[in-house]
């Protein structure tokens, strides 16, 4: 195949809660009549992304296993991958929404080491979303996840800095120059993701040359040894691996609002700051429309259930110190009749 005829590959990294899933939801919309395969990946033990992604015919959906794709899911992304090639399907392109917490540097060299990858994909660009109010938080000394933080930004071949209509124009500016000083990338600022498609897909913006200045040993580490990550990552990730956890709630029953209410103060008050992220798609007593509720206690009604769907409650929260069995125990609690 010439490399005209190779499928796209986007990438879309950020941190948690700046907007991935917004603004693939954004594009799969306005792609409508595309052929396009998504593959998300999550940290959280139950997936909640891919029930909150709209698509349309011809786009469908495909999920590597829990965990941190740059760990032991590469493997997953290779086997998907390859089912695509093998089902010919002749896609358009192929979304990845990378997990918040990934480092986006081994999805992307999945596609330099796999020979048949090669063959049929191209990776055409990294998107790297960035949450307007959040980054200096992220990018600040003691921040836990700086790390990670900075890996998306220098990774990026094109950044969004999303919800801008949550800052002035100056703060706005100020981090502009911030994500500048760590990778000199075009920054398009918006709102919900919206943004002039023809800039940030199909742009030829990924460049290998680039990647390989700044990390010479980038495509090496796959080929020394697959047998743990912790021979390829450096303290950083492991301390990642250590301390941030996910616990995932799946649990039929409707759901006493008042008490949902209270509970999740409640898990706000004692955790607060070791949240780093939760949301959930919720079955509340005498509705009809699906809850869905992300970051803080900021539910909102959804779109109405589908008679043949399943009304489990599903939660995932990722945090620090996360203590499962009070969590999910505490949550039965809200259960009516329970
Ligand atoms: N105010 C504001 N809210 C936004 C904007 N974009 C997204 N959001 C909201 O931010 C929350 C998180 O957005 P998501 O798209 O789920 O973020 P994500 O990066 O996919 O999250 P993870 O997959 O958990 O990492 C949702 O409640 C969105 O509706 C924006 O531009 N402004």
Known sequence: MSKNNLI??????????????????????????????????EFGEVAIDDKLIVVDAGQEIYETQNGCLCCKVRGDLVKILHELIESKKQLDMVLIETTGMADPGPVVQTFFVDEKVQESFRMDAIITMVDAKHAELHLTEDS?????????????????????????RSDR????????????????????GHVDLDKIINIGG??????????????????????????????EHKRHDELITSVGISEKGELDFDHLNRWIQSVLASLGPNI?????ILNVEGENDRYVFQGVFDGQQDRAWHEDE???????FIGKNLKREVLV????QCIVNN
């Open 329 to 332: 125990e505490s949550f039965k």
């Open 173 to 192: 500016d100020k981090i502009i120059s911030r994500i500048k000083e760590i990778n000199d990338v075009d920054i398009i600022p918006c709102e919900h």
């Open 8 to 41: 796209p590959v986007t990438v879309l990294t950020g941190f948690l809660g700046s907007g991935k899933t917004t603004l693939l939801n954004y594009i799969l919309k306005e792609q409508h009549g595309k052929k396009i395969a998504v593959i998300e990946n």
């Open 206 to 235: 990924f460049d290998l040359d680039r990647v390989l200045e700044r990390e010479p040993a980038f495509l090496k580490e796959v080929e020394e040894g697959d047998e743990g990550h912790e021979h390829k990552h450096g303290p």
């Open 144 to 168: 836990n996840h700086r790390m990670e933080a900075y890996q998306q930004i220098a990774f990026a071949d094109i950044l969004l800095l999303n919800k801008i209509d949550l800052v002035q």
């Open 310 to 316: 399943d009304r489990t409650n599903k939660l995932v």
């Open 276 to 280: 780093y992220r939760m949301k959930g």
